[in-house]
């Protein structure tokens, strides 16, 4: 004996039941391609203020750099609209009032994109006694 399904006006529950997952592991999948919060360590020396972002997957062409007022900002393109798979970050950063603005550096290994921040050079007052004539 052979079985058959035939889908039926009876049957068409289980099409909406399967609908039905199929919505829920797409919504799931969905949620998994949010962007993720970017891990980001700092730390101070006495020369510099360094920040390390990890940004994988994405080349230094795609990423941008931006002094704005007292805030550094960061933001990256990977894909178009023609790429099924488009990504993008974007984060903002203050800085304190002690870095040498022009000399400011960045580079980008193995998914890491680290900002070196020079520290003004601290120019100590020097007492001098004046002679009295």
């Known amino acids: 004996m052979i079985l058959t399904n035939r889908l039926t006006p009876h049957s068409l529950g289980f099409i909406e039941n399967f609908d039905r997952l199929l919505n829920q592991a797409v919504r799931g999948l969905e949620s998994v391609a949010q962007p993720q919060p970017a891990s980001v360590y700092d730390y101070e020396s006495d020369q510099s203020y360094v920040l390390r ?3 994988p997957g994405f080349t230094k062409e795609e990423i ?36 040498q ?6 580079k ?23 002679k009295i004539q």
């Open 101 to 106: 603005m022009d000399a400011i550096s960045a």
């Open 64 to 99: 941008h750099l931006s002094l704005e007022d007292d805030e550094i900002k960061i933001s990256a393109q990977a894909g178009d609209e023609n790429h099924p798979f488009q990504e993008s970050f974007e984060e903002t950063f203050s800085y304190p009032d002690d870095i």
């Open 108 to 130: 980008l290994e193995n998914g890491i994109l680290e900002l070196t921040l020079p520290k003004k050079e601290v120019i100590e007052p020097t007492t001098q006694t004046i």
């Open 53 to 55: 972002i990890e940004i």
